[in-house]
């Protein structure tokens, strides 16, 4: 959490795609001043940000982000919520549509173990990838390379990208070596 929060403009106005149970955009308000609101479908999560005081709208993204208008937010984070949406570059325009920056997280499917769980014949079933095959919540999966390429066709510059392995930034091989993928990025 602290690694994206390094991201986060101090005094950003936030908007969190998927936010969960707000945690983050509570840590964010707090430690570094920032204002917004969480976006997520789940009834659980909506109740767990309002108990934690953040300010929620409940949506499915899947409907798009049209209640809002171009750069209404400093900051639209994503994290570990584009493997789960069936419009992923619909979704990915619209974050950087509705903010000035975006900054989106999701599991890196061409880290080592997953390519050698794959090569064995097997799915993949990992800290960051805990599902079988048939269980996930994710409809699709990625890679860190995979990400820049869709980046460039989007029309969006990476302002700085890394891996994340066991809590560590990773940025020498982050399409080999990390769990998860980390980009900030702007419309080109």
Known sequence: MELIAELVPQGARVLDLGCGSGALLEHLQR??????????????????????????IQLNLEEGLA?????????????????????????????????????????????????????????PVTKVLPYEWYDTPNIRVGTYADFEVLARKEGLRILDSFGIQDGAVERRWPNLLASVAVFKFERA
């Open 31 to 56: 430690q570094r001043g920032c204002s917004g609101y969480g976006i997520d479908v789940d009834d659980a999560n909506v109740l767990a940000c309002a108990q934690r005081g953040v300010d929620v």
């Open 67 to 123: 209640m809002f208008g171009d750069r209404s937010f400093d900051v639209v984070l994503q994290l570990d919520t584009l493997q789960h949406l069936r419009n992923t570059e619909k979704m990915l325009r619209e974050t950087a549509r509705v903010g000035r920056i975006g900054i989106v997280s999701f599991p890196n499917f061409a880290h080592w173990p997953n390519r050698l769980r794959v090569a064995t014949g097997r799915m």
